[in-house]
């Protein structure tokens, strides 16, 4: 399949840390890969601020609308080859801008099948994992675990 130039994304991305007071992580079932779990996720669209695309994909993939940290943050890992084809053929490396968000307690998520098929709470150490990133790995370490030990 043939992707044209303008359907190419941009190797810029956001990370959306989801977690509980208590130290529970949501995390994602990915639809393309049911072996892939993850964080709220998502590449920058033309021209769009990290920032705003936290929150487009913070409300398209869980349904939440919750005001973000922005860590300031990011991070830079190359691209896999399964999703090479989806970016510009320069592009060899993604940088990840990290945000978060700790609430109340675990909260039902509205997921978009076509990127999700099931979502879990997990405490942090079992996030950890479960999930098949090594920035999303460092980023439960560094925000839930590091930060914000009781």
Not at 31 to 60: C, F, I, K, M
Request: glycine share 2%; hydrophobic share 40%.
């Amino acid at each position: 399949m043939t992707i044209s130039n303008n359907a190419l994304r941009r190797p810029e991305s956001v990370l959306v840390l989801v977690y509980t007071k208590n130290k529970d992580v949501l995390l994602l079932q990915r639809s393309d890969n049911a072996d892939y779990w993850q964080s709220v996720t998502g590449a920058l669209e033309a021209d769009e601020l990290p920032e705003t695309a936290a929150h487009r994909e913070l409300l398209e993939e869980t349904g939440l609308v919750l005001d973000l940290i922005d860590h300031k943050q990011t991070r830079q890992y190359p691209i896999a080859n399964q999703w090479r084809p989806r970016y510009p053929e320069w592009a060899t490396e993604n940088t990840e801008h990290l945000f978060s968000v700790c609430i109340d307690s675990c909260v039902d998520v509205q997921l978009d099948p076509a990127e999700h098929l099931d979502s879990r709470w997990l405490n942090a150490t079992e996030a950890m994992s479960a999930v098949f990133s090594a920035t999303n790995r460092e980023a439960i370490m560094q925000i839930v675990l590091s930060d914000h030990v009781s």
